[in-house]
């Protein structure tokens, strides 16, 4: 059926290194959110479901300077429908930019 999942999400980073080295992380949390399915000919009423969905995962911290650093990482999130009987497994790999104030 296909459809998109929206999710807000806190996590928890551990690295063995100070942010202004190079080095490894790992991280753990938590997100909520919503499942909306395609509507289909099969499927012609529209839905919404609440969803959860724990995770792990590890990444790369890269410092630029003292306050802009670029991340990249992997997680394993489970999403389980909460009102239905589905689980799906999603890898997203995420990169992004980071700066301090």
């Known amino acids: ?8 999400s806190a996590e928890v980073r551990l690295s063995l290194f100070a942010r202004n080295r190079l080095g490894p992380y790992g991280l753990a949390g938590f997100a909520v959110g919503r499942s909306r399915p395609n509507v289909t000919d099969e499927f012609p009423t529209a839905a919404s ?3 959860v969905a724990p995770f792990a995962g ?4 890269v410092p630029l300077n003292a306050r802009a650093a670029f991340f990249t990482d992997v997680r394993l999130q489970l999403v389980a429908v909460t009102e239905a009987d589905d689980l799906h497994a999603l890898t997203p790999l995420r990169a992004g930019f980071s700066w301090r104030f």
């Open 58 to 61: 590890g990444g790369l911290h």
């Open 49 to 51: 479901h609440r969803v």
């Open 1 to 8: 059926r296909g459809g998109t999942f929206t999710l807000a």
